[in-house]
């Protein structure tokens, strides 16, 4: 039976290119932060990608936040702890600035619609590495909410992140589900597609120029149109369904 359906974000249900959105998002957070004692531009992103890193390596002793601020205050001491108001008011208003890096895609909402009236449950699971309000910034680009997933991985919560097997092994348990039970729609073949074939999550790639393929991946995965994932999730249903 098919209880669960795993989404990707950026790629995948929003379309981007990793280059680009990460260019509107950090020249967009330097002009909120350069009068604010973050005036040098390369010390800042310098300290904000060997965070995200440490959160890629996160070993699951500690949430991807603390390790990203474990980071961060080695350039900027306990300023920027106390500064976090300050970042989240920049992903709930100026990080909406990073929308001209993305594109719409007109079959996000249709897709959770088709999963609620099948009584199926949404996953976000995107990888963890913002938090939950940079995170909902970028749903409400594609017309999506909180209430529409079941879970939405952020940093403040999760001590794993993709392509660690056990970013999905941790959901699978939370919620008592098994693998068969559930499918993933991503766009990056190592990330996505080898981080969840390691726990037998049968996954499928979304076509196009934001699919990713990567040298540590071994695998083929499907590779479909967003067009099809509505009829993707029918057919898994019938095949679940014993019949």
Known sequence: MLKAVFFDLDGTLLPLHEDEFIKYYFETLYSVLKDKGYEDKNKLFSSIMEGTKAMYLNDGKRTNREVFYDVFKKYYGDKCVNDEPLFINFYKNEFKLSKNACKDNPYARKIIDFLHENNIDAYLTTNPIFPKEGT?????????????????????????????????????????????????????????????????????????????????????????EMSEVISIIKSEIIKRSGK
């Open 136 to 224: 909902l910034t970028r749903m409400s680009f594609i017309d999506l909410k909180q209430s529409d997933f079941k879970l939405i991985t952020t940093y403040e919560d999760c001590c794993y992140c993709k392509p660690n097997p056990m970013y999905f092994k941790t959901i699978l348990d939370k919620f008592n589900l098994k693998s068969d039970e559930v499918i993933l729609f991503g766009n990056n073949d190592y990330e996505d597609g080898e981080c969840a074939l390691k726990n037998n999550i049968k996954t499928y790639l979304i076509k196009g120029p934001y699919l990713i393929h990567n040298k540590n991946s071994t695998h083929q995965f499907d590779q479909i």
